[in-house]
């Protein structure tokens, strides 16, 4: 544990590897602009450009142009540049730099056991790059290089934040310092893990083949509403109570979505809509969806006219970033003991 008193500081990033989702917006999205909002923290929010390029080749004007797209989608979905600092993150060297002294504190036998690396390697392990092997030090590095107290992210990452504490404690048992906080998971809300319309065993991403899987934060009204109206689900009418959801993924993942979009709890939902029919429901759901997500797509479209003052606001984001990374750097390299 460590004892010293950290600012509370929120970090998280995306990676711009193309396509957003209704599940990057309410797993992620929504709740920086919440943490945002809230007051409480200094917010950090970043586009990991460097982990896009660790599964496969990245056509260039291809990683450029999903990278300002997705800074158009943070800024779309409300975070504010005034607010908040948005990077890039190969724009803030720090990141890795940190990751390389990192990659000299976590051991092979961590990174081996990472869900994430089992499943995106395979049994093609022996092809796959270092980079992806090395992929959670470099996150913990992102969080670390700003001393980050907390981290918004969905169910997915956890083990990787697992992994951000115990290389932090290693560092500072190691090194016999209190410097890196022990940071904590934000793992909340009714929707950390949104499901595909199509299957509700499987979580709802941009690499599903199926369209009809996700929504698109690109995609316009009507076909937000259709993919809605052909979600599946099961023939029964909506219970009154959480329970009533065991077994009945489908069901249970569209009353997440719709308590997410309206800041409700599934609680609340189910006191509303218990009884329904998703003939009912799904309009009601549709409307919602288009009311809060159509208006993302349109503003989206419109920062990416302007790429010229989306790279402004990165650039600027760099320079407020660096007066925070480059002094833990900075000590970092001193405690470990390199001369500068
Ligand atoms: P990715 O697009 O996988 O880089 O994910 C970026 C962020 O969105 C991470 O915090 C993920 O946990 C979150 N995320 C991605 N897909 C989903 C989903 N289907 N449900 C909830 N959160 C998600
Ligand atoms: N690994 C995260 C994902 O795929 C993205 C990410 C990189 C991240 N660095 C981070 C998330 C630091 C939170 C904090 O979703």
Known sequence: MTDTQFTPRV????????????????????????????????????????????AKLQDPATLRHNTREL???????????????????SQVPEHAQLAWIFNCVA??????RMTQW?????KNAETASLGLFAYPALMAADILIYHATHVPVGEDQKQHLELTRDIAAKFNHDYGVDF?????????GAATRVMSLRDGSKKMSKSDPSDASRINLTDDADTIAKKIRKAKTDPDALPSEIEGLKDRPEARNLVNIYAALNDQTVEQVLAEVGGQQFGTFKPLLADLAVAKMSPISTRMAELMADTAEIDRILANGATQAREITAPILRKTYDIVGMVG
């Open 11 to 54: 970090f998280s990033g995306i990676q711009p590897s193309g396509g957003l989702t209704l599940g990057n917006y309410l797993g992620a999205m929504k709740r920086f602009v919440d943490m945002q909002d809230e007051g409480s923290y200094q917010t950090i929010y970043c586009m990991v450009d460097l982990h896009a390029i660790t």
């Open 71 to 89: 800074a158009a989608g943070f800024i779309a979905a409300g975070v504010d540049p005034q607010k908040s600092i948005l990077i890039n993150q």
């Open 107 to 112: 051991r092979m036998g961590w990174m081996g």
């Open 118 to 122: 089992k499943d995106k390697a395979g």
């Open 180 to 188: 890196f906080p022990l940071t904590e998971p934000v793992i909340e």
